[in-house]
């Protein structure tokens, strides 16, 4: 051969020498690259660097016995804790005991005996004292119910006393004995809640998943809705109410709406809105509900101002009333007229007669039904003397009327 054939063959012998070598060398450094990440698991996982329950086996190491139960060697398992307390499982621990399920029971037919579950709801306990405890949830809850229960927990229920209602604000207080309540919830100030920040529905949804919690955030924290009080159609009241996305539905109406220090900062309420729509729930803020509460288990009622009418607003009534009937100038186009006059009444005692036309109170416009509660009830106190503006026979008068306590209904 030339020297091209010999040098070529002596190249070739070469390079077969040379791709064992670094075969040989690949397979060495698996092999240490394996064993070093083996026994660096132990250390990392003690670190905490790894994920939790990370489970390392080794082969000369058995679990507990020698065996896995078959026979067969097995290696030891490592789990990893890691601390999953956040600012809202504390704030649920805080609270989560005092939110109760209420029970409406009634009875089936007028000639039954027995009583049987009607519907169910939330609650929350926010007084204990004297071996009574007080709980505070939504009228529609308890309404028409011929006994209450209130479920403490999944195992414990104790019967409740109804101490009183507010169909308007669609609340009500109930009372329990206190042996067996291990909680009772803190008042926060929902006066300054902001928008996006995080809010925790507590409640009862589809009443029997006690203690469910959901989480979300405060949508607009002064948001105000019509409501329907008497589900006549015509709205009776614009509710104040907490807007926020945490999931409300029938079950945990009447709960608990949290912030993240654990304080009940309002009462969950389904009936407030007249439908539901996904992704919107509303809350009774607990500083307009709490003077409320406080009524409630005093008297059993709220005490409101009263004047003593029946009325309609004047929208309702068709148009061709208001000149013909009423007597209306025609740049009058609002107002409240009045139906009725209670005997006795502040207002019988002030001068105003049926068919008169209310259009202001204390230089508030008053527009309608709803305007004259809203002035009425957050502006006034029993007792107060107000001056009232009104059409009577097309004639515009003023009057002073003293407001009393709201009779019984």
């Known amino acids: 051969m030339g020297f091209y054939d010999d040098n070529f063959s002596s190249r070739q012998r070469k390079q077969k020498g040379n791709r064992g070598g ?22 990392l996982s003690e ?5 939790e329950d990370f489970a390392v086996k080794t082969p000369d190491q058995g679990v507990e016995n020698g065996n896995n139960g078959n026979g067969a060697e097995s290696g030891t ?4 804790s890691i601390d999953v307390t956040t600012d809202v499982t504390e704030a649920v621990d805080k609270i989560n005991d005092a939110v109760v399920g209420v029970i409406n ?23 204990k004292a004297d071996g009574k405890a007080f709980v505070v949830t939504n009228n529609h809850v308890v309404e ?5 229960e209130v479920s403490l927990d999944e195992e414990t229920k104790v019967p409740a006393k109804l101490v009183g209602t507010d169909p308007l604000m669609d609340l009500a207080v109930l009372q329990i004995d206190s042996k067996k309540v291990k909680a009772v919830a803190e008042f926060g100030n929902s006066d300054q809640l902001k928008p996006g920040e995080p809010a925790i529905a507590i409640g009862n949804p589809l009443g029997f998943l006690e203690g469910t919690v959901t989480q979300g955030i405060i949508s607009n924290p ?26 409300i539905n029938p079950g945990n109406s009447g709960g608990a709406l949290v912030n993240l220090s654990g304080q009940l900062v309002g009462i969950n309420s389904m009936k407030i809105a007249q439908q539901h729509v996904e992704g919107i729930g509303f809350a009774i803020p607990i500083n307009i509900a709490e003077p409320i509460i406080n009524d409630l288990e005093r008297y059993g009622k709220v005490q ?11 929208s309702e009534i068709p148009t061709y009333h208001w000149k013909e009937s009423l007597k209306l100038p025609d740049k009058v186009d609002y107002g409240v007229v009045v139906m009725n006059v209670v005997p006795m009444s502040p207002a019988e005692q002030a001068g105003l007669k049926e068919l008169d036309v209310i259009v202001d109170i204390n230089g508030n416009k008053v527009k309608n039904a709803v305007d ?8 006034t106190d029993i007792g107060d003397k107000i001056t009232i503006t009104y059409y009577s026979g097309g004639k515009k008068q003023t009057t002073e009327v003293t407001l009393a306590k709201q009779q019984s209904s």
Do not use: C, H
Request: hydrophobic residues 45%; glycine residues 12%.
């Open 222 to 247: 002064n948001r105000t809705i019509p409501a329907d009080i008497d589900q006549d159609g015509v709205v009776d009241w614009n509710a104040e109410v907490i807007q926020t996305d945490a999931s």
């Open 105 to 127: 029971l009634q009875k089936s037919d007028f000639w039954s005996e027995d009583y049987g579950e009607a519907g169910a709801g939330s609650g929350v306990i926010y007084k």
């Open 77 to 80: 398992v490592r789990n990893v």
């Open 372 to 379: 004259l509660r809203k002035v009425l009830y957050t502006k």
């Open 47 to 51: 670190l905490g660097v790894l994920p």
């Open 22 to 43: 670094m075969i040989l060398a690949g397979l060495f450094g698996a092999i240490l690259g394996a064993m070093i990440i083996l026994f660096s698991i132990p250390a």
């Open 144 to 148: 028409g119910a011929g006994q209450i």
């Open 304 to 314: 409101r101002p009263f004047i003593g009418i029946g009325m309609r607003s004047l």
